[in-house]
């Protein structure tokens, strides 16, 4: 009987020892394997990952900027087209002196001030439309008889 019991107890021993390799080898595949795939999977996002924002600026509005600096004194020549070193520099400059933020795109405010806004003749409303302003006040109406006039109080 205690030889029994010294096997059993041996046989306990030795599945004990063998157990937790066994267990740790197949954690260590299984995790080593997913940190793989998900490394693979990152990869590949990033290499379609689309650039945003504007990246370049058509040549036919690059030569309405360059007309514009050189209108303003900014720059000297012809306009050519092409968004170079020079018409950057001229861009930062005029941006600068303005007290505006000064990036390698033309700030929308920049744009405005040179006389490049937005062109709204061809929206749907501007066709025969009427911007007059409203017609001034003979007199400055004072505070207290416009609210006098809306609350239908008499004096």
């Keep these: 009987m205690m030889l029994s019991s010294r096997t059993g107890l041996a046989l306990v ?13 197949t954690t260590s595949r ?6 793989t795939a998900s490394h693979r999977l ?3 996002r990033n290499r379609y990952r689309r650039a945003r924002g504007q990246q370049a600026i058509d ?6 900027i360059q007309q514009a600096l050189i209108r303003e004194h900014y720059l000297t020549g012809e306009p050519n087209g092409d968004w170079d070193s020079t018409t950057v520099a001229a861009m930062q400059k005029y941006q600068a002196d303005h ?5 390698l795109m033309p700030d929308g405010r920049a ?3 040179l006389g490049l806004g937005p062109d709204y003749s061809t929206a749907l409303n501007a066709s025969g439309a009427n911007f007059t302003p409203p017609a001034a006040a003979a007199e400055p109406a004072s505070q207290d008889s416009g609210f006098i006039a809306a609350s239908r109080v008499s004096q």
């Excluded at 040549?59 to 309405?64: I, L, P």
């Excluded at 007290?99 to 990036?103: C, D, P, S, Y």
Aim: hydrophobic share 40%; no cysteine.
């Design 99 to 103: 007290g505006w933020q000064t990036k």
């Design 42 to 44: 990152s990869h590949s």
């Design 59 to 64: 040549s036919d509005r690059v030569t309405q």
């Design 111 to 113: 744009l405005k001030s």
């Design 13 to 25: 021993i030795a599945a004990a020892l063998v157990a937790p390799p066994v267990f740790a080898a």
């Design 30 to 35: 299984t995790t080593t394997h997913h940190t």
